[in-house]
């Protein structure tokens, strides 16, 4: 309202000059007809001295108005020079989304050069140039979102430039209101990441890479043992020219072991695609325990089920499960060699699921072993192969849970399956 006023400001000065000239000269030439001659000369006076006083506080006025309107134009200058310096794209909108001010950059980046394009919406700006006509009308839905959730946003957008080249901009916008809850105004800066997200997906492709280099590693290792073994014993009976049963034997124990391997192997690396469907927890882990409960017996070893019934449900393929479950529980047995008691336990999350506990108090894993635990081909076992663990994390994982291994040497070990109910 104060800088309505300030135009009026010259037509009140001169409203009020006329009217204050004319009502003194009439009052002077009153006295004067009175014979009042010194009044008259003293009004005349501080009428002269009043009109100096006044137009000087104008005029300090004006200047100082003057000097801070140069100063606000140089700071618009500066703030212009470094907005349009800066490698980012900038736009102002005002509250109806029109475009106040953007910088070269962004002018640069839309084809925007030679166009005015002040005033004008995203909606508008696509007719001037067509082939961003998608990334504008995307533009204009994150702002309607900003404006509605009336927060800052931050989120990344691709398109494709006229040359064909990939961009990915991290975009963040900020909404500005006026003190009644009206859109005042949206700053939008996006910062070119394609650079970054190549470099990302190089990394991710190297790390890739890697693995596979670790994995094929691991597989040569572990296909090597059995047929250089297989080797010997064949090029043994070439030269005794018959063959000992026990050598053949031998021989297909080898092959056996290589076909256990390439079947571990097909079941980490084939994509599985199953139904999933609502199965009751207790019925796998009974299954399982049936399955075991001959050599538990044999190594003195009890299983214990606790808090588990069948109504605790949840969503996976049974034999999917069955195989995790048998995998932990072996791995338990295994590490209790002079018998001892595993507790299974479990605990329904309306949140997270279904919890599954399976504790055992065996020899304990070392802190180093620990962290290396589903690693392909990792075991600590004399006998086995390293790919029981990494298929159950396969497993778990496809089912949308989570494990965790806590263990102590010489405490025990328990294994923690969250799996969802739904």
Same mark, same amino acid.
């Given at each position: 309202?104060?800088?309505?006023?300030?135009?009026? /400001?010259?037509?009140?000065?001169?409203?009020?000059?006329?009217?204050? /000239?004319?009502?003194? +000269?009439?009052?002077?030439?009153?006295?004067?007809?009175?014979?009042?001659?010194?009044?008259?000369?003293?009004?005349?006076?501080?009428?002269?001295?009043?009109?100096?006083?006044?137009?000087?506080?104008?005029?300090?006025?004006?200047?100082? !108005?003057?000097?801070?309107?140069?100063?606000?134009?140089?700071?618009?200058?500066?703030?212009?020079? $470094?907005?349009?310096?800066?490698?980012?794209?900038?736009?102002?909108?005002?509250?109806?989304?029109? %475009?106040?001010?953007?910088?070269?950059?962004?002018?640069?980046?839309? +084809?925007?050069?030679?166009? +005015?394009? *002040?005033?004008?919406?995203?909606?508008?700006?696509?007719?001037? @140039?067509?082939?961003? &006509?998608?990334?504008?009308?995307?533009?204009?839905?994150?702002?309607? =979102?900003? %404006?509605?959730?009336?927060?800052?946003?931050?989120?990344?957008?691709?398109?494709?430039?006229?040359?064909?080249?990939?961009?990915?901009?991290?975009?963040?916008?900020?909404? $500005?209101?006026?003190?009644?809850?009206?859109? !005042?105004?949206?700053?939008?800066?996006?910062?070119?990441? @394609?650079?970054?997200?190549?470099?990302?997906?190089?990394?991710?492709?190297?790390?890739? $890479?890697?693995?596979?280099?670790?994995?094929?590693?691991?597989?040569?290792?572990?296909?090597?043992?059995?047929?250089? @073994?297989? =080797?010997?014993? /064949?090029?043994?009976?070439? *030269?005794?020219?018959?063959?000992?049963? &026990?050598?053949?034997? $031998?021989?297909?124990?080898?092959? +056996?072991?290589?076909?256990?391997?390439?079947?571990?192997?097909?079941?980490?690396?084939?994509?599985?695609?199953?139904?999933?469907?609502?199965?009751? /927890?207790?019925?796998?882990?009974?299954?399982?325990?049936?399955?075991?409960?001959?050599?538990?017996?044999?190594?003195?070893?009890?299983?214990?089920?606790?808090?588990?019934?069948?109504?605790?449900?949840?969503?996976?393929?049974?034999?999917?499960? *069955?195989?995790?479950?048998?995998?932990?529980? #072996?791995? @338990?047995?295994?590490?209790?060699?002079?018998?001892?008691?595993?507790?299974?336990?479990?605990?329904?999350?309306?949140?997270?699921?279904?919890?599954?506990?399976?504790?055992?108090?065996?020899?304990?894993?070392?802190?180093?072993?620990?962290?290396?635990?589903?690693?392909?081909?990792?075991?600590?076992?004399?006998?086995?192969?390293?790919?029981?663990?990494?298929?159950?994390?396969?497993?778990?994982?496809?089912? #949308?849970?989570?494990? !965790?291994?806590?263990?102590?040497?010489?405490?025990?070990?328990?294994?923690?399956?969250?799996?969802?109910?739904?």
């Amino acid at each position: 309202m104060k800088r309505k006023w300030l135009k009026f /400001i010259p037509l009140i000065y001169l409203f009020f000059g006329i009217v204050w /000239i004319g009502l003194t +000269d009439y009052w002077l030439y009153v006295l004067k007809q009175n014979n009042y001659i010194v009044i008259a000369e003293y009004i005349n006076l501080l009428k002269g001295w009043l009109f100096i006083l006044i137009t000087t506080l104008l005029l300090y006025m004006m200047l100082k !108005k003057h000097e801070a309107l140069k100063d606000l134009e140089r700071k618009e200058q500066e703030l212009s020079t $470094l907005i349009n310096n800066m490698p980012d794209f900038v736009c102002f909108k005002d509250g109806q989304g029109r %475009w106040l001010q953007t910088n070269d950059y962004g002018l640069a980046l839309y +084809d925007l050069q030679d166009v +005015d394009y *002040k005033g004008k919406t995203d909606l508008d700006l696509r007719e001037y @140039s067509p082939h961003f &006509k998608e990334a504008f009308e995307y533009c204009t839905e994150t702002d309607r =979102k900003t %404006w509605e959730e009336g927060q800052t946003s931050r989120e990344e957008e691709s398109f494709c430039l006229a040359n064909g080249e990939q961009k990915t901009f991290d975009v963040i916008k900020v909404p $500005l209101f006026y003190s009644d809850g009206r859109r !005042k105004a949206l700053v939008t800066i996006g910062r070119d990441i @394609s650079s970054l997200k190549k470099t990302e997906q190089l990394l991710v492709t190297k790390e890739k $890479l890697s693995v596979v280099g670790e994995l094929s590693a691991g597989i040569a290792h572990e296909i090597k043992n059995p047929l250089t @073994s297989i =080797k010997g014993f /064949i090029q043994l009976i070439q *030269k005794s020219g018959k063959a000992n049963r &026990k050598h053949v034997e $031998l021989v297909l124990s080898e092959i +056996d072991r290589i076909n256990e391997i390439v079947s571990e192997l097909l079941v980490l690396s084939k994509p599985q695609t199953k139904e999933l469907t609502l199965i009751s /927890i207790f019925d796998i882990i009974q299954y399982v325990i049936n399955l075991v409960s001959n050599e538990a017996r044999k190594n003195n070893i009890i299983i214990e089920i606790k808090d588990i019934d069948k109504d605790m449900v949840i969503r996976g393929d049974k034999n999917n499960l *069955k195989q995790v479950f048998i995998n932990l529980i #072996k791995n @338990s047995m295994e590490a209790m060699s002079s018998g001892g008691k595993i507790e299974i336990s479990g605990m329904h999350d309306s949140v997270e699921g279904v919890y599954i506990r399976v504790k055992d108090g065996g020899s304990g894993i070392s802190p180093s072993n620990l962290e290396r635990l589903g690693d392909p081909f990792f075991t600590s076992k004399e006998t086995g192969i390293g790919l029981g663990l990494t298929i159950t994390k396969k497993i778990i994982q496809e089912h #949308k849970g989570q494990m !965790k291994i806590e263990s102590e040497i010489g405490k025990g070990t328990t294994v923690t399956v969250v799996l969802p109910s739904q």
